[in-house]
């Protein structure tokens, strides 16, 4: 299995752009994470879906942030307009049952010029 | 509330020498708790997990965590260090029921000093 995949690998925009990542869950996973790590934060959970249901999106900053998982093997995070503010390392994750570890992708480098 | 507390933001040892990184955990029933390993401009990466069972977990790369009950602690330990351990550790916890998702601490970087 190719691991959880996630596009870009880095990005960088200008504040008011569009930003979309994408993430591959590994296949047979029903539980997707999205995460935010900065240095001033740590590592904070965005939102996580079920079977492809958002169970959780309480950590979702505000109404910038989307996120939307249409299919079992697709996964989208959506920021518009951005901000300086949003630059940040973004994880995906993905885990088999909720008892399982959660197995994260390499990470989308976001830089908010 | 489920929470997880890493005290040490830094550990340095020497190359050889044993390590340990702290973690002590707060949930109202039984808890799941999660060792993760983070290396430069990469993901998360799983070390080794206590469900149930025996309190010494043994994982990946020579990594052991030993599951308190009583201390509310689950310490990450390694006999002999290497350089190549140099890393940023997160201690992850969840509680056995419900449909709450996983807590990570604020995670402990390991320096190995040759």
């Known amino acids: 299995d190719a691991g959880v995949i996630q596009s870009p690998r880095h990005e960088v925009t200008e504040m008011g752009q569009e930003v979309t990542l994408r993430c591959k869950p590994i296949?047979?996973?029903?539980?997707l994470f999205w995460y935010r790590q900065t240095m001033m934060r740590g590592l904070e959970l965005l939102i996580y879906f079920n079977n492809n249901v958002p169970i959780d999106d309480s950590g979702m900053p505000e109404d910038r942030f989307s996120a939307k998982m249409p299919n079992a093997s697709f996964s989208t995070l959506k920021i518009q307009p951005s901000e300086p503010r949003d630059s940040a390392v973004y994880f995906c994750?993905?885990?088999?049952?909720?008892?399982?570890?959660?197995?994260f992708g390499p990470g989308t480098r976001l830089t908010v010029l | 509330a489920q929470s997880v507390a890493q005290p040490e933001d830094q550990v340095n040892v020497a190359e050889g020498n044993p390590l340990t990184v702290k973690c002590t955990y707060s949930v109202s029933g039984n808890p799941y708790l999660f060792w993760y390993v983070q290396y430069p401009n990469r993901g998360l990466q799983f070390l080794l997990k206590?469900?149930?069972?025996?309190?010494l977990v043994k994982g990946s790369y020579g990594f052991e965590a030993e599951f308190n009950k009583s201390q509310t602690s689950f310490h990450l330990k390694k006999p002999s260090a290497l350089v190549s351990d140099s890393a940023l550790y997160f201690c992850?916890?969840?509680?056995?029921?419900?449909?709450?998702?996983?807590?990570f601490g604020k995670g402990t970087r390991l320096s190995v000093i040759a």
């Open positions: 296949s047979g996973h029903d539980y």
């Open positions: 992850a916890v969840r509680e056995t029921s419900g449909n709450t998702p996983l807590v």
């Open positions: 206590y469900i149930t069972g025996d309190n």
């Open positions: 994750a993905s885990s088999p049952t909720r008892y399982n570890e959660q197995f």
